[in-house]
């Protein structure tokens, strides 16, 4: 049974500096989902999207309101929160095996386990092949693959992604889409995903928050069909549907209103 209150936002806001030069980056946040649920955040640019995932991975203390996962209070970093970013950020003098077990090996885990969890996300993420390459070896799809797999080595409750795609080209992106799309379904794991793109945000989740300009605030929640829908494996004729097209519109309509409006 999914857990509505998974993971928790409760009236968050965050505050940058003090005093008359402090900005208001978040404004009493309020958001909860359920564990299995792939829930993307879009909105303008500087709307607070990245500091609230930030608060969820840790890296940042809320100034007001309180973060949870699982009923506990999130207070720092954590295995638990695995986070993908726009970049890599992968180890260039290891091999894809051993950026991948870094987690892991650090936590002093169990050989054998750790091998055998590597080899399976490797495998799950199609990286298995080249396990004894380098980083500086691979495309810039199979890199952010690689950094996916570290983050799942963890076993995260959560999978924290800011822009994962947002470097790679057209082509390469909506393949990433699709191969996220599949490992998501495969796992049932709880993806919280960051992304300027409407168009990969209607895709991916089940549900997609939309949040105005700074101080960012929660606008709407929209839920989306699309997701655990059989068919979108077939990732263009999921993006070509009238239905798919209108919930798109939806979404730009939301965040064009508020960039006019402002």
């Known amino acids: 049974m999914s857990e509505p209150g ?57 100034t007001g309101g309180a973060v949870s996962l699982a009923g506990k209070p999130v207070t720092g970093p ?21 950026n991948a077990g870094f987690g892991p090996r650090m936590r ?12 399976r996300w490797l495998r799950t993420t199609g990286l298995w092949e080249f396990r004894d390459r380098y980083p500086y070896e691979l495309s810039g799809g199979m890199q952010q693959r690689l950094a996916i797999a570290r983050a799942l080595c963890n076993e995260p409750l959560v999978l924290l992604m800011d822009e994962p795609f947002g470097a790679l080209d057209a082509l390469t992106r909506e393949h990433m889409q699709e191969e996220l799309h599949a490992v998501w379904r495969r796992t049932g794991m709880t993806v919280v995903f960051i992304t300027h793109s409407v168009e990969e945000a209607v895709y991916l989740g089940t549900e997609v928050v939309v949040m105005s300009p700074r101080p960012g605030r929660i606008v709407e929640r929209i839920p989306l069909p699309f997701a655990r829908d059989e068919s979108a494996a077939d990732i263009r004729a999921v993006k070509s549907s009238p239905d798919f097209i209108r919930a798109r519109e939806r979404v730009l309509s939301l965040i064009w209103g508020m960039q006019h409006d402002a």
């Open 6 to 62: 998974f993971v928790r936002f409760d009236e968050v806001s965050v505050r940058y500096g003090e005093g008359a030069g402090s900005v208001l980056a978040l404004e009493r946040a309020d958001l909860s989902f359920a564990r299995g649920d792939f829930v993307c955040i879009v909105g303008p640019s500087g709307c607070g999207k990245t500091t609230m995932m930030q608060t969820l991975a840790g890296f940042l203390a809320p």
């Open 78 to 98: 954590a295995p638990e929160r695995g986070v993908v970013f726009q970049q890599p950020t992968l180890f260039p003098w290891m091999s894809v095996a051993a």
């Open 108 to 119: 002093g885990e169990n050989p054998a386990e750790a091998k055998a969890r590597v080899e």
